[in-house]
């Protein structure tokens, strides 16, 4: 069982009555360490022990702190009609920003224009296209996976308004960007403008990566039947296990023995997000959807319908092990609450991907 | 804790006049947001708040009844959604959207009122056939298990699709769907919703229960409604009820295995569905019964539905047909017969009821049909089979209506008595309770003055009125049985012998002793009530007999005779007799022997005669009776004119001498005065003047002894009456022309009595004054007359 799902002391005695041995009934294939029917005592959604992230990092990009002698700007060639992604700001403000493709081209054209009766002596000008993965905890490094530099001007003076187009062609950015709890995926535009003694001019322009995955060709449902010995049996199913993000969850589950008196149930997305590796290990779960199924309790031979649409929530494809840095996975998690609130829950994990 | 108990914490009136309140306040409060959001045409806002005006029907703390109010509330708020929902559609938005859309709600009963009333909205479009909508609908509501806010919603779907089934004339039919597709709609919503009313009885304390039972039976219609949705598809014909429609319904009432639902569905059924459909289909719906729990009311039931069935028939009689070709009777009979056996523990008075019911079924339907009805009271026999009287009384009250049933259809116990098995069923009763039924049996007898003329079934009557007319066992001790109750019942009886008629005296010979047989046997008590009307009924059959001129003797032993009617008499008297019942069988004797006389059987009515002197002698004993009992045989004697001179001289003689051997002087005197008509019968008769002057010569003597008794011990002579009512009887005699009798003799008489009359020693009496004068009056008026008459008056001096 995995280990922020283990039920808090007070609930041993639920725990012996329960027998909630993982596996024990279990007929799938399915070997994941979440697959255990758990059991927890409280109605509040999450028990998992609570690490909270120091998120107070300052902005560390700032353009030179004397005020610099020009503005920098970055346009990209077909701003017009590409296509934008909202992104969620960590102050919770939604800009939207210019969308990519994993095998587009990167192009535009870099604008410097010198402030009035200013004159920009450089070193040279050179435009990055970088791949980050910022993990928070560990004080905001950025790691690069992907850089890549184009020359724009040999080392001269700018005396007025002059632009570089700039391209990127089908370049491989094989990560999605990401927004998470305790790590930032991004890609990002960055145009340097290096001077000899005063500090270097720099400028960024985030971007927005998607990738496609193709429909994946084999797509089992996941089945299963589950219980506590002699209280309560389920055989729940899933049509797939593998759902693009407007996808629909269908499925169903059926009572096979219910001697408890069930309230209610309900069927959870939750992504848990897992950063660094070996003991460093951090995971942050959260719960996106709460989606009642049944309302009542059943008897044995009840089948109850689940169609939950996913369109409504803010999921993204499931990473895994990115650059070895982080994952990203998805689970359904079916809880049954009783009337003395406890909670029944099975987890199963569903891989999500982005369909063209 | 019990505030915090999710479930059916249904509490007094006052908290739930509070809750309601307070949800209806909610509701009213996001539903004003929500037709905010309407005017707006804005259909997030529209949904959110429609939402949380429907999260009020979640409330577990309502009663069904206030649970309803609240539907009621926020079903007319969705109405006002739906008008959005289609103008939506008209703007443009595809109701696939919004269905698509108001699943997002994260509370699922929200969510699926939501969702039922888009559909509605969906269906109409016809944007998607209504099948595949209805399906979508009827299969996600499965979400909700609770009982009472599962019922609701199911009802809300019920509701609001009842006018976009496909059925045949449907706009919705064809890409739609088929009826097919409606059937199996409602078939499913009807299964789901039934569940969770059954499952109603399981939720919360143990005990609420009887309390909780009888919401449960208010919500009932919820139900029921959608059988009445099935009865109105224009596309379930017989065919589809026959092969789905009630197969289905029918397989979920037995399964549901409760009482309250499989009463008031069956009941449901039988209301809804039209009568041929029924009739063509009894066998499966019979055959669900034996099925149900042990505890339902069943007779109810069946008795429903054969009382429907019958009424069909009443009108319209043209269907009769098909009752037998479908063989409705045997069906019931044999499902009776079923249905008792499957619930082992039905009282007796439901298996007896049930009888009942196929009883009145078969009267109404087939009342030609008495091989039916006499099976259904065989069926009742065996079931009463071993259990001896009946003593619970609702049963004997059951019993008592199988017997009366027959009775009142055909106003004719005739009929009732060529049921074989009626009398089995009557022994059953207990004794009180039979001797009632007998009574009724009578009565109807008497009322609709039903002949009885055959000997079989007279045999057969009074083996029905066993009771009546015998001991038995379970009869009360005879001192604690009401004399006048027992008087009444045997003048029933009594009366009933007067219906026994047949024109053949052979057969109704036998009537009378097949009668005779039963009465014996009823003790001594009866006999003096039962025989008297058997014996009157037997000289009837006298008269008849000797207006047919029969022969004397019987030819062959079959036939019957005067002889032989005689022959029963004599003994019926004699067993009267016995009883004792001296008077009253004297009586009998002496009306025997006259019709013997009239018969012109001397020794027959000799016979009798003899008997009613040994009677006499033997058994009556007081004056007064003997006085009667005198004149009875005397006035007899003198009309039988059948006697020869050696018997009758024996016969008088007896009579004579017992009349002086009176005890009271009067009476002496009375019966002598009396005695002379014997001596004097005219047309043929004897006529003997002398004797009749000495019988009124004797009997003045004894009036003067009478008197002279009197004087010396009162110091009186007592009234002149018996003088004056001698001289009567001269006067008779005298106008008959009796020679003896003078007019010399009628004047000494006369003046004798008037000369006693005045003097002092006797008593003077107005009434004898009165008698004395109206005689004077009358030899007064005789001699005016002015005939030959007068002229013997003339003689007769009168002052």
């Given at each position: 069982m995995c280990c922020p799902e283990v039920p808090p002391p007070e609930m041993l005695t639920l725990r012996s009555r329960g027998s909630?041995?993982?596996?024990?009934?279990?007929?799938?294939?399915?070997?994941?360490?979440?697959d255990g029917f758990g059991m927890s005592g409280?109605?509040?959604?999450s028990n998992f022990?609570?690490?909270?992230?120091?998120?107070?990092?300052?902005?560390?990009?700032?353009?030179?702190a004397f005020g610099p002698p020009c503005k920098v700007g970055i346009e990209f060639s077909d701003a017009e009609t590409r296509k934008q992604a909202s992104v969620k700001k960590e102050n919770g403000q939604v800009v939207m920003v210019p969308l990519f493709l994993g095998q587009d081209s990167v192009a535009g054209e870099v604008r410097i224009e010198p402030l009035p009766g200013k004159k920009v002596e450089h070193l040279g000008v050179k435009i990055e296209l970088l791949g980050q993965i910022e993990l928070?905890?560990?004080?905001?490094s950025f790691y690069d996976f992907t850089s890549l530099v184009r020359e724009l001007d040999v080392p001269g003076e700018i005396l007025e308004c002059k632009t570089y187009p700039f391209e990127f062609s089908t370049?491989?950015?094989?990560y999605e960007s990401y927004n998470g709890v305790n790590v930032r995926l991004r890609y990002v535009l960055k145009v340097t403008i290096s001077r000899s003694y005063a500090t270097n001019i720099v400028e960024y322009r985030d971007f927005w990566v998607h990738n496609y995955s193709p429909q994946p060709e084999i797509n089992n449902s996941i089945k299963m039947e589950v219980g506590i010995e002699d209280c309560l049996h389920i055989e729940f199913e899933y049509s797939k296990s593998k759902y693009h993000l407007k996808d629909v969850i269908v499925g169903k589950i059926y009572f096979l023995l219910v001697r408890i008196k069930i309230k209610h149930m309900e069927l959870e997305v939750r992504r848990r997000e897992s950063t660094g590796s070996g003991p460093n290990t951090y995971n942050e779960s959260e719960t996106l959807a709460k989606y009642e199924i049944m309302d009542g309790a059943p008897v044995r031979g009840e089948s109850i319908p689940i169609r939950l649409f996913l369109s409504p929530y803010d999921l993204t494809p499931t990473y895994r092990n990115i650059n070895n840095k982080f994952s990203v996975k998805y689970y359904l998690n079916l809880v049954l609450v009783d009337e003395e609130d406890r909670r029944y829950f099975k987890q199963q994990e569903i891989t999500m991907y982005r369909l063209e | 804790m019990q505030a915090a108990e999710?479930?059916?914490?249904?509490?007094s009136a006052e908290e739930q006049e509070k809750w309601l309140a307070d949800a209806m306040a909610l509701v009213q409060h996001h539903a004003f947001y929500m037709h905010r959001a309407l005017d707006a045409n804005n259909i997030r806002d529209v949904l959110k708040f429609s939402a949380q005006m429907l999260s009020?029907?979640?409330?577990?703390?309502?009663?069904p009844q206030k649970y309803y109010e609240l539907y009621m509330r926020t079903f007319d708020e969705l109405r006002q959604l739906e008008v959005f929902f289609r103008e939506e559609g008209k703007r443009g938005r595809l109701n696939a959207d919004i269905y698509e859309l108001v699943?997002?709600?994260?509370?699922?009963l929200p969510r699926l009122y939501l969702l039922c009333t888009v559909g509605s909205v969906y269906i109409k479009s016809k944007e998607a056939p209504a099948k595949d909508v209805l399906k979508d609908l009827v299969e996600m509501?499965?979400?909700?298990?609770h009982p009472i806010r599962g019922l609701f919603l199911r009802s809300y779907l019920s509701q609001i699709s009842r006018d976009k089934l496909?059925?045949?004339?449907?706009?919705?039919?064809g890409e739609g769907g088929s009826v097919m597709d409606a059937v199996e709609f409602v078939l499913q919503n009807f299964t789901e919703m039934n569940k969770l009313w059954v499952r109603m009885?399981?939720?919360?304390l143990v005990r609420d229960k009887e309390k909780r039972e009888k919401e449960r039976s208010e919500l009932r219609d919820l139900v029921g409604k959608n059988l009445h949705v099935l009865s109105q598809l224009?596309?379930?014909d017989l065919e589809m009820y026959r092969e789905v429609v009630l197969p289905r319904v029918l397989e979920q009432v037995v399964n549901c295995k409760d009482e309250l639902a499989q009463y008031y569905l069956m009941d449901c059924i039988i209301q809804v569905f039209p009568d041929d459909f029924h009739l063509q289909t009894l066998e499966t719906l019979l055959g669900a019964c034996p099925q149900l729990?042990?505890?339902?009311?069943?007779k109810t039931v069946m008795s429903q539905l054969m009382e429907r069935l019958s009424k069909y028939v009443a009108a319209s009689p043209d269907v009769l047909q098909e009752f037998l070709q479908v063989e409705a009777f045997s069906k019931f009979s044999h499902s009776v017969v079923e249905v008792i056996d499957a619930q082992p523990d039905m009282p007796l008075v439901g298996a007896v009821s049930l009888h009942v019911s196929l009883l009145t079924f078969v009267l109404r339907v087939?009342?030609?049909?008495l091989d039916y009805i006499d099976q259904v009271l065989g069926a009742c026999v065996k079931k009463l089979?071993?259990?001896?009287?009946?003593?619970d009384s609702k049963a004997t009250k059951q019993l008592v209506a199988l017997l009366s049933a027959p009775l009142e259809k055909y106003k004719d116990v005739v009929v009732v008595l060529k049921l074989s098995n009626y009398a089995r069923v009557m022994e059953h009763l207990d004794y009180e309770t039979n001797k009632v039924m007998t009574v009724v049996l009578i009565q109807s007898i008497l009322s609709n003055s039903t002949m009885i003329s055959a000997p079989d079934k007279v045999d057969a009557l009074f083996e029905l009125l066993k009771e009546l007319i015998q001991d038995s066992e379970g009869q009360p001790l005879s001192d604690t049985v009401d004399e006048e109750d027992f008087q009444e019942e045997q003048n029933l009886v009594a009366r009933l012998?007067?219906?026994?008629?047949?024109?053949?005296p052979e057969q109704m010979f036998l009537i009378l002793t097949t009668a005779r047989k039963h009465f014996v046997q009823g003790g001594p008590r009866r006999l003096q009530y039962t025989l008297p009307p058997l014996i009157f009924t037997a000289l009837k059959l006298v008269h008849s007999l000797q207006a047919q001129d029969?022969?004397?003797?019987?030819?062959?032993?079959g036939s019957v005779s005067l002889k032989k009617v005689f022959q029963f008499l004599h003994q019926m008297v004699e067993a009267l007799a016995m009883v004792p019942a001296a008077e009253l069988s004297l009586r009998l004797y002496l009306q025997c022997a006259e019709a013997a006389g009239d018969c012109g059987l001397e020794p027959v009515a000799y016979e009798f005669f003899t008997q009613a002197f040994v009677l006499y002698e033997?058994?009556?004993?007081d004056s007064k009776a003997q006085v009667t009992a005198l004149q009875l045989i005397i006035g007899t004697l003198q009309r039988t004119?059948?006697?020869g001179v050696e018997n009758r001289d024996t016969l008088t003689h007896k009579a004579t001498g017992y009349s002086a051997k009176l005890l009271k002087k009067p009476d002496q005197c009375r019966a002598v005065y009396i005695c002379s008509h014997l001596f004097w019968v005219e047309d043929g008769g004897t006529i003997d003047g002398e004797r009749v002057l000495l019988c009124l010569k004797r009997a003045l003597r004894i009036a003067h002894a009478a008197q002279q008794m009197s004087s010396a011990t009162r110091g009186t002579s007592g009234p002149m009456t018996l003088f004056v009512e001698i001289l009567n009887k001269y006067l008779y005699y005298f106008e008959k022309g009796n020679?003896?009798?003078t007019s010399s003799v009628i004047q000494g008489l006369l003046e004798l009595i008037v000369t006693d009359m005045q003097s002092e020693a006797t008593t003077h009496d107005l009434e004898v004054d009165a008698f004395l004068a109206s005689t004077v009056r009358y030899i007064q008026f005789q001699k005016q007359k002015g005939d030959s008459i007068a002229e013997q008056y003339a003689s007769i001096e009168v002052q």
């Open positions: 909630a041995r993982k596996g024990e009934l279990r007929r799938g294939t399915h070997a994941d360490d979440d409280r109605p509040k959604p022990p609570s690490r909270t992230t120091t998120r107070g990092r300052e902005k560390n990009f700032l353009v030179g928070y905890f560990d004080r905001g370049v491989e950015m094989q | 999710h479930d059916a914490v249904f509490t009020e029907l979640r409330t577990s703390k309502l009663s699943q997002h709600a994260g509370n699922i509501s499965r979400g909700v298990q496909p059925d045949i004339g449907s706009p919705y039919e009885q399981h939720q919360g224009e596309g379930v729990q042990p505890t339902v009311d069943i087939h009342a030609d049909r089979e071993g259990k001896g009287k009946v003593k012998v007067h219906m026994l008629v047949n024109d053949d029969l022969p004397e003797e019987g030819e062959g032993s033997e058994e009556v004993s004119r059948v006697f020679p003896q009798v």
